[in-house]
């Protein structure tokens, strides 16, 4: 089992690219979620999904999408990055619904200048 | 909206010693939650609490879910050298996965 796995493990990008994240999951978990990073900060929820084909959003979820056509996979997409974007961002999973996020993706560095 | 308090920000430890952390707030939760963070790597999780008043460990960590469903602590016996790193502690409410709320963590060092 690989676990979770996030790619790439680092990135830059000027302002206004696109980019997408990308999450998968090898452990047949129905739940999985984006949470970013800040310095000082504890992680904050961007979006999150119960099953395939059903995703929501979290705490902070402006300038993000995601979808979850699989059950592996769950992409977050940057439509239009800016600096405020430049940040450490981790996908979790967990078995399912109500269960609590026990493993976390090494994370994607991202920095936007 | 919901808030953790998490104290101490950081502390430096010595090897034998004995450590330990809290995590407070003014909502209360349903489940308490114990990470820990090594330099570039996901957080992974320690304990999870699910009853007021629950104390649970695992090996030299021990955490209790508080009376009152607003606090939690995280105790580490015999600190060792990988025992440094971030721990974070994060409250769930009942019925909502996405409201995972984490505190600021707790920066564990060696003494110099």
């Known amino acids: 089992n690989a676990g979770v796995t996030q790619t790439p493990k680092f990135q830059v990008l000027k302002t206004g690219q696109s980019m997408t994240l990308q999450c998968a999951q090898d452990?047949?978990?129905?739940?999985m979620s984006w949470y970013r990073q800040d310095p000082g900060m504890g992680l904050r929820l961007i979006h999150y999904s119960v099953g395939a084909g059903i995703t929501d959003q979290g705490e902070v979820p402006n300038g993000y999408n995601v979808s979850r056509s699989t059950t592996e996979d769950f992409p977050l997409r940057l439509l239009s990055a800016a600096p405020s974007q430049t940040s450490v961002y981790f996908c979790a999973s967990s078995y399912s619904f109500g269960q609590p996020e026990a493993f976390f993706g090494q994370g994607t560095r991202l920095t936007v200048v | 909206g919901q808030q953790l308090n998490q104290s101490p920000q950081s502390m430096f430890i010595q090897e034998g010693e004995d450590v330990s952390m809290n995590c407070t707030s003014s909502?209360?939760?349903?489940?308490w939650l114990w990470y820990k963070q090594d330099p570039g790597e996901g957080p992974v999780l320690l304990i999870a609490?699910?009853?007021?008043?629950e104390l649970t460990s695992n090996g030299r960590l021990t955490a209790q879910f508080g009376i009152t469903r607003k606090d939690s602590f995280l105790n580490i016996s015999a600190s060792i050298p990988s025992d440094v790193g971030i721990y974070f502690c994060a409250g769930q409410t009942r019925g909502s996965q996405g409201n995972l709320i984490f505190g600021k963590g707790t920066k564990l060092s060696v003494k110099p």
């Open positions: 452990m047949n978990h129905e739940y």
């Open positions: 909502s209360i939760f349903n489940t």
């Open positions: 609490l699910y009853k007021a008043g």
